[in-house]
């Protein structure tokens, strides 16, 4: 059986042999058959004609911390590296050369290594929407960790006091008729709603794209008994009016899963709240050397008595007439999130709490009155040497 097997291979390998070698001119005009070109990007969004080269993924996962080259942190070397991506049709980066150096080429070296291995990006396309390569230009700053300047500090406790100022003012506004979605089942969207929710570089208004100005709009959007957008109008506005203007485009081709539903189950006219984020790339990247540190001690969780909670009366369609939290205790952390369950439950109404409309054995006009309680009960324990249970 060896020798029949080898004779076979043999008379191959002599066949092989006495095939004339193409010529290299041959082999340059040889060409694949063409392929179907998908008219749909990685994101699962129609592609457009003359769409800008626009990345996926966020930048601070291009390069990281632990990509700082070792010798450069012993060292305390750091500096910039402009990078330029050459982008392929299929979004992925087939090379990356250096558009202008940090000095130090073990720094320049992990920019474009990083780069090139996790960046993907939506590609551009030409007139027919065709996909087609491209480049993308990228900075990467090298910084050793080290204390923050005082200028860094005194913007976080800016951008800290804003961000508590944006949620008072979000807290204050739940309440606001305006807000409220249908009840007791809003519209239901699919997961391709995303696209409109997301905007990136490709649907910025020219203008707004030149200030480069970002910020998020709240729209409502009306849907008919067929599951039809027949309407979209600006809740909450940013401050440039090129984006608030821009908000809606593209509402009337939402798809939604079904309608909203009446007490009844019975597809009716509805609203549902979504919120437009316009967001640009960033054009940079910056990336600290790791620092090493001791974790202190920290208080052991679930230890103290506690109890959160929420006393509801709500009518038969679960819109709620009145709430009440309950709590005893000290929460911990990891609970403070359930105070805000009184201000979800005015807003949404009561199918809020399990995902679906209040619903009874029959239809009657009853409401509800509902007591939730949820408590913690701990205490300490002399278990260090106490067998682990398999």
Same mark, same amino acid.
């Given at each position: 059986?060896?020798?029949?097997?080898?004779?076979?291979?043999?008379?191959?390998?002599? $066949?092989?042999?006495?095939?004339?070698?193409?010529?290299?001119?041959?082999?340059?005009?040889?060409?694949?058959?063409?392929?179907?070109?998908?008219?749909?990007?990685?994101?699962?969004?129609?592609?457009?004609?003359? %769409?800008?080269?626009?990345?996926?993924?966020?930048?601070?996962?291009?390069?990281?911390?632990?990509?700082?080259?070792?010798?450069? =942190?012993?060292?305390?070397?750091?500096?910039?590296?402009?990078?330029?991506? $050459?982008?392929?049709?299929?979004?992925?980066?087939?090379?990356?050369?250096?558009?202008?150096?940090?000095?130090?080429?073990?720094?320049?070296?992990?920019?474009?290594?990083?780069?090139?291995?996790?960046?993907?990006?939506?590609?551009?396309?030409?007139?027919?929407?065709?996909?087609?390569?491209?480049?993308?230009?990228?900075?990467?700053?090298?910084?050793?960790?080290?204390?923050?300047?005082?200028?860094?500090?005194?913007?976080?406790?800016?951008? $800290?006091?804003?961000?508590?100022?944006?949620?008072?003012?979000?807290?204050?506004?739940?309440?606001?008729?305006?807000?409220?979605?249908?009840?007791?089942?809003?519209?239901?969207?699919?997961?391709?709603?995303?696209?409109?929710?997301?905007?990136?570089?490709?649907?910025?208004?020219?203008?707004?794209?030149?200030? =480069?100005?970002?910020?998020?709009?709240?729209?409502?959007?009306?849907?008919?008994?067929?599951?039809?957008?027949?309407?979209?109008?600006?809740?909450?506005?940013?401050?440039?009016?090129?984006? #608030?203007?821009?908000?809606? $485009?593209?509402?009337?081709?939402?798809?939604?899963?079904?309608?909203?539903?009446?007490?009844?189950?019975?597809?009716?006219?509805?609203?549902?709240?979504?919120?437009?984020?316009? %967001?640009?790339?960033?054009?940079?990247?910056?990336?600290?050397? %790791? =620092?090493?540190?001791?974790?202190?001690?920290?208080?052991?969780?679930?230890?103290? #008595?506690?109890?959160?909670?929420?006393?509801?009366?709500?009518?038969?369609?679960?819109?709620?007439?009145?709430?009440?939290?309950?709590?005893?205790?000290?929460?911990?952390?990891?609970?403070?999130?359930?105070?805000?369950?009184?201000?979800?439950?005015?807003?949404?109404?009561?199918?809020?709490?399990?995902?679906?409309?209040?619903?009874?054995?029959?239809?009657?006009?009853?409401?509800?009155?509902?007591?939730?309680?949820?408590?913690?009960?701990?205490?300490?324990?002399?278990?260090?040497?106490?067998?682990?249970?398999?």
């Amino acid at each position: 059986m060896v020798f029949v097997f080898e004779s076979v291979a043999l008379a191959l390998f002599q $066949a092989a042999s006495a095939q004339p070698v193409p010529q290299a001119a041959e082999l340059r005009t040889r060409t694949e058959p063409a392929r179907a070109i998908d008219r749909y990007d990685s994101m699962g969004e129609p592609r457009k004609p003359d %769409q800008k080269v626009a990345p996926i993924d966020a930048y601070g996962m291009w390069v990281r911390s632990g990509d700082y080259p070792q010798k450069a =942190r012993t060292e305390k070397r750091s500096g910039q590296t402009k990078i330029r991506l $050459a982008v392929a049709t299929s979004g992925r980066v087939d090379s990356c050369m250096i558009a202008e150096s940090s000095g130090h080429p073990d720094l320049d070296e992990a920019a474009c290594r990083g780069a090139q291995n996790r960046a993907r990006f939506i590609p551009a396309t030409d007139a027919n929407a065709d996909p087609i390569a491209s480049t993308y230009d990228h900075t990467v700053i090298w910084k050793i960790r080290g204390e923050p300047e005082p200028s860094i500090a005194q913007a976080a406790m800016e951008d $800290a006091e804003a961000a508590a100022e944006w949620v008072d003012k979000q807290t204050a506004e739940r309440a606001s008729p305006n807000r409220l979605v249908s009840l007791p089942r809003a519209p239901q969207l699919t997961t391709r709603v995303r696209g409109f929710e997301r905007r990136g570089l490709n649907d910025y208004p020219q203008a707004a794209l030149v200030r =480069r100005a970002e910020g998020r709009v709240t729209v409502a959007l009306s849907v008919d008994s067929e599951g039809n957008v027949t309407k979209c109008s600006v809740l909450r506005p940013t401050e440039d009016s090129d984006l #608030n203007a821009a908000s809606c $485009a593209g509402s009337q081709e939402i798809d939604v899963n079904s309608p909203a539903l009446d007490v009844y189950g019975n597809p009716t006219e509805g609203r549902v709240v979504r919120t437009i984020s316009w %967001q640009l790339p960033a054009q940079e990247t910056v990336v600290y050397s %790791q =620092r090493s540190y001791r974790r202190g001690p920290e208080k052991f969780p679930f230890i103290e #008595n506690a109890m959160i909670g929420a006393a509801i009366e709500a009518k038969a369609d679960g819109t709620v007439i009145s709430c009440e939290l309950l709590r005893e205790g000290e929460l911990p952390e990891e609970f403070k999130e359930a105070e805000k369950m009184c201000d979800e439950l005015r807003q949404r109404g009561m199918y809020f709490v399990s995902g679906f409309p209040v619903r009874s054995a029959e239809i009657d006009p009853l409401g509800a009155k509902v007591r939730v309680e949820v408590r913690m009960q701990g205490t300490r324990v002399d278990n260090a040497d106490k067998p682990i249970k398999e």
